[in-house]
T-cell receptor
Framework: QKEVEQDPGPLSVPEGAIVSLNCTYSNSAFQYFMWYRQYSRKGPELLMYTYSSGNKEDGRFTAQVDKSSKYISLFIRDSQPSDSATYLC???????????FGAGTRLAVHP | GAVVSQHPSWVICKSGTSVKIECRSLDFQATTMFWYRQFPKQSLMLMATSNEGSKATYEQGVEKDKFLINHASLTLSTLTVTSAHPEDSSFYICSARRTSGLGGVYEQYFGPGTRLTVT
């Protein structure tokens, strides 16, 4: 079993839709959860960062962590064509430890 | 803030030659940098962790004599692909770790990547 599972998609939605991206993980020791956005042929860009459980909101983006289910989500409201990219979840068991990435979900938002 | 640069962004080299890739944190100091490799439509694969002033820690299966890493300062790490072969062609991405304001927890910021093509 992989430490982090993420559906690679692709996910295609119309502009303005609410997008839900998800990852599951296997080890309850993971405490730090990140979401990165990667445009084609570019490096990943840190979008959201959460520690432990709960929600975090930043503009149109909301990150949720459910540690009891080992499930993390990223919601994008009012999606735009510029949101079209690959979204990678990343987790870590400690602030000093390496990140473990999901496979990435390719999202396409069409006008 | 938290900008990481890489140079070059794209390089083509002949089989058997060596290529050096630079990774710089532009507006913060990074005691730890990471080197990743990414194949098309795949996720990032961690190759090694680079700590300033000490030897890099390589992930299992990564040849340390082939992928030489030097982290000589708090803002610069280099990856040298020695005796490159076509199978080394890939997208190489570095990241630098910065302490956040959240209780000293670290965040990683990525460079734009270097596309290496070995002919």
């Amino acid at each position: 079993q992989k430490e982090v599972e993420q559906d690679p998609g692709p996910l295609s939605v119309p502009e303005g839709a609410i997008v839900s991206l998800n990852c599951t993980y296997s080890n309850s020791a993971f405490q730090y959860f990140m979401w990165y956005r990667q445009y084609s042929r570019k490096g990943p860009e840190l979008l959201m960062y959460t520690y432990s459980s709960g929600n975090k909101e930043d503009g149109r983006f909301t990150a949720q962590v459910d540690k009891s289910s080992k499930y993390i989500s990223l919601f994008i409201r009012d999606s735009q064509p510029s949101d079209s990219a690959t979204y990678l979840c990343a987790i870590s068991s400690g602030g000093y430890n390496k990140l473990i990435f999901g496979a990435g979900t390719r999202l396409a938002v069409h006008p | 803030g938290a900008v990481v640069s890489q140079h070059p962004s794209w390089v083509i080299c002949k089989s058997g030659t060596s290529v050096k890739i630079e990774c710089r944190s532009l507006d913060f100091q990074a005691t730890t940098m990471f080197w990743y490799r990414q194949f098309p439509k795949q996720s990032l694969m961690l190759m090694a962790t680079s700590n300033e002033g000490s030897k890099a820690t390589y992930e299992q299966g990564v040849e340390k004599d082939k992928f030489l890493i030097n982290h000589a300062s708090l803002t610069l790490s280099t990856l040298t692909v020695t005796s490159a072969h076509p199978e080394d062609s890939s997208f190489y991405i570095c990241s630098a770790r910065r302490t956040s304001g959240l209780g000293g927890v670290y965040e990683q910021y990525f460079g734009p990547g270097t596309r290496l093509t070995v002919t």
